[in-house]
């Protein structure tokens, strides 16, 4: 089945995201989507509605989640597509990898109690539709709330990335892990947003060999994190290494996106699509 507007990566308030399943669906029907993937991060608790929700528009689906890897010291985004979400390892594995958020919370909320901002943890829990993960996100739409900062995109370059005051290292999943749980549910595994990285030339390298290695099969290349320009580079990168090409938004929220969902470039016609390679799990 060929699927022109398919979007294979968004957030709902399962994670960090601003909206139900049912409202994106909504959303992403209302803009043409076919295929559709609902991909929280470390959560797929929001699958079986996402699932139902996509009958109801008459969109096709794949399932998904976005899982966070710790590789060469940096945080990485792995996405599952098109797998079983109750199978057990992968349901244990991703529990574990968010198991690590709430004292990360209480760490980061100490933090920025010390730079003028007191209170940070109960005010991000206010945003936050599932207790179990707590994200940035959450404390960025609180420090904008309280005037800290006047959006999200400045929250994150002041307090919230490596070096800023609000900033907490922290060890995610393994990625020989994540790749594992989501192709022994029968999924496939694809890097997110490559470009988002700041990895060296041999960092980047080791990352897809290594996630070649595990069992990988795709990467982004036309995402909302990623420039025409990048989408092209990325578009080489997977045929170089072998690997299916994937499209999605990345949509957040109507406020705080600039990319809505299914409103992306198509992905280039040398590549194979990674929906391709699941056309038995669409449901
Ligand atoms: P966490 O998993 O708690 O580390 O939060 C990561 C999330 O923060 C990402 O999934 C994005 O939604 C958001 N994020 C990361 N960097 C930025 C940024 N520079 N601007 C806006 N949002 C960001
Ligand atoms: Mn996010
Ligand atoms: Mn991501
Ligand atoms: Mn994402």
Redesign the pocket.
Known sequence: MSFLNADLHC?SVVS?GTLPPEALAERAAANGVDLWSLTD?DEVGGQHRALAAARAQGMKYLTGT?I?VTFAGK?V?IVGLGFDPDNPALVQGLAATRGG?GARAQEMSDQLAKVGTAGAYEGALRYVGNPEL????HF?RFLVEVGACRD??EV??KY??EGKPGFVP?RWAALGDAVRWITGAGGAAVIAHPARYDFSANEEWALFTEFKAHGGRGVEVVTGSHTNAEAVRYAETAIEFGLAASRGSDF?SPV?SHTDLGKLPLLPGQLTPVWELLADRIQ
């Open positions: 957030h960090d991060h976005e966070s945080t985004h958020r707590i994200s940035r996100t960025a999200t995109p994150f370059r919230l990335t922290h957040h705080e």
